[in-house]
């Protein structure tokens, strides 16, 4: 791996090729000579707020060329980029700056009356605040260079089963990650696309491999199909990350089949389950080579990796696919924390380069993660095959157990989704008298269908074991997801436990 710290990337790449397209976001553009500029006076400027090493920097904004200023800025200084979730409610904004410490917050305009009632010890607003303010200070490199373990970034957690955490991203962490990229085919002639978000790793991590190898990387702030389409084809994309929820969006569109996606040479999906329809479907629109990527805020991005040929195969398109080669993988009995046999479900546990070393101020919690000898228990469920292909069955705690049997929503979600009426389908457990859990599917149905329950379970009942059925189907017009495309199961469980409860 090399061993290259952030403030290196745009050293190297504004000394060696200044003209070139670093950043494009909307109509604007940044060349790899500006971005260095604007990063040494962001750096010159922060150094004059007393911001030094180790000193916390948050961002609340959608994405913006200015996030990736602080990623450098950060990098030259020392000090660490907070991006925070700018979709928390205030209460959650608020309890994530207090938490990270951070004596400055740098806001979009959008979020200039939400910045204000977090209340940060210090705001500056993007626009004409924050431009007045790097003009009052020269394009000085601070010089700063960093250790590989020095943290980075402080990257909070989606929240989905209990109260974010603030994850610990390394230089050495991030350089891992952007070395990854190159199987997915960059390098310096790549037009990378990503619609994340910035306070997610697929977001800032995506960003951050197009630099790494002075390509050109668009951003987009909101993900709308028809215009993310366009992107792809008028800006000649070669790489774009996606994940599953936008891959069914972009493929829904009329006529996107017909598109000119030439350019394309691969597309990474991950962050949440998809389903063989919209895989099926993105082959057939895009026409390039596709990458299955697992991984967590943790592990800093993708570990797990189905290449293109294994798309070719039916049997492992459900499959997360194989560690890449610095991973290792194992599953483990969550109870005896004993490895299991091939094709037996336990706990997902990874260990590698890529890991981070725990969460900010929250030892009990790193302790919980992070075994003595450095694996990571992701918390995730899954069995690997003889073949070493990781099969995701679901999060641990989203396990359902009806009758004392074992079951994983996702083979539910699957066979559901393969029904023409449905768009969109999240599985849960639900409390029951008589099985302890019964199974409960949530579904969206296609534009103008009108499927039936008993439709949809006798669809079911030809692909699954009975146990596995559900018990109750109930249409909704959408599921809630968090940023990365993941459904809110814990948010789901919640809800209609309190609604059995209330019914019983």
């Known amino acids: ?57 948050a961002y609340l904004d959608r994405s913006s060329p200015e996030v990736v200023e602080l990623l450098f800025a950060a990098g030259k200084l020392g000090a660490v980029l907070v991006p925070l979730n700018w979709r928390l409610a205030e209460p959650e904004l608020r309890a994530v700056l207090a938490d990270s410490g951070a004596p400055l917050l740098i806001a979009g305009p959008a979020f200039r009356e939400t910045a204000e009632r977090v209340r940060p010890r210090e705001l500056i607003v993007v626009g004409d605040q924050y431009e007045r303010w790097l003009a009052a ?7 700063g260079r960093g ?76 993900f709308d199909p028809v215009r993310v389409l366009d992107i792809l084809e008028r ?24 598109r000119d996606f030439s350019a394309l040479r691969s597309i990474a999906y991950g962050a949440a389950p998809i389903t063989t329809t919209v895989l099926k479907a993105s082959l057939r629109t895009f026409d390039c080579r596709l990458f299955g990527l697992y991984g967590l805020t943790e592990s800093t991005g993708s570990v797990i990796v189905l290449e293109p040929a294994d798309h070719d195969r039916e049997d492992l398109l459900r499959s997360a696919g194989r560690p890449y080669p610095w991973v290792e993988l194992k599953i483990v009995d969550p109870e005896s924390l004993g490895a299991v046999p091939a094709r037996s479900v336990g706990e997902v546990w990874l260990r590698g380069p890529n890991v981070t070393p725990g969460y900010f101020n929250r030892p009990a919690d790193t302790a919980a ?29 989203d396990m359902i157990v009806s009758g004392g049997e074992n079951v994983y929503p996702v083979e539910i979600e699957e066979a559901l989704s393969q029904h023409a009426d449905v768009a969109d389908v999240a599985v849960i457990g639900v409390p029951d008298a008589h099985w302890g859990e019964a199974v ?23 692909r699954l074991a009975g146990y596995k059925l559900p018990r109750s189907v109930e249409f909704v017009d959408e599921l809630p997801r968090t940023p990365s495309g993941k459904v809110l199961k814990r948010e789901l469980r919640e809800r209609y436990a309190s609604l059995t409860l209330y019914q019983n």
């Open 1 to 57: 791996m090399s061993d290259v710290r952030v403030a290196d990337v745009i050293r190297r790449h504004a000394a060696a090729r200044p003209d070139a397209v670093a950043i494009r976001h909307g109509e604007r553009e940044l060349s790899y000579r500006e971005l260095d500029d604007r990063s040494n006076r962001l750096a010159q400027a922060l150094l004059a707020h007393g911001v030094g090493a180790g000193a916390r920097v």
């Open 137 to 143: 200070h020269d394009p000085r490199d601070p010089g």
């Open 147 to 222: 250790e590989p373990g020095d943290v980075i970034v402080q990257m909070y957690t989606s929240g989905t089963t209990g109260v974010p955490k603030g994850v610990l991203t390394t230089h050495a962490n991030l350089a891992v990650a952007a070395h990854t990229s190159t199987f997915w085919a960059f390098d310096d002639r790549s037009v990378s696309f990503t619609p994340l978000p910035m306070f997610h790793i697929g977001g800032i991590g995506w960003t951050y491999c197009g630099l790494w190898h002075g390509a050109t990387t668009v951003i987009a702030s909101e």
């Open 235 to 258: 800006q000649r994309v070669t790489n774009a990350v996606l994940v599953p929820t936008m891959l069914r969006m972009l493929t829904a569109v009329p006529g996107a089949a017909e």
């Open 369 to 397: 993660a992070l075994t003595p000898d450095g694996w990571l228990r992701t918390g995730d469920g899954g069995y690997v095959d003889e073949n070493g292909y990781l099969f995701l069955t679901d999060r641990i705690k």
């Open 440 to 462: 409960k599917a949530l579904v969206v149905p296609r534009a103008g269908a009108r499927p039936v329950p008993e439709e949809l379970i006798a669809f079911a009942r030809r």
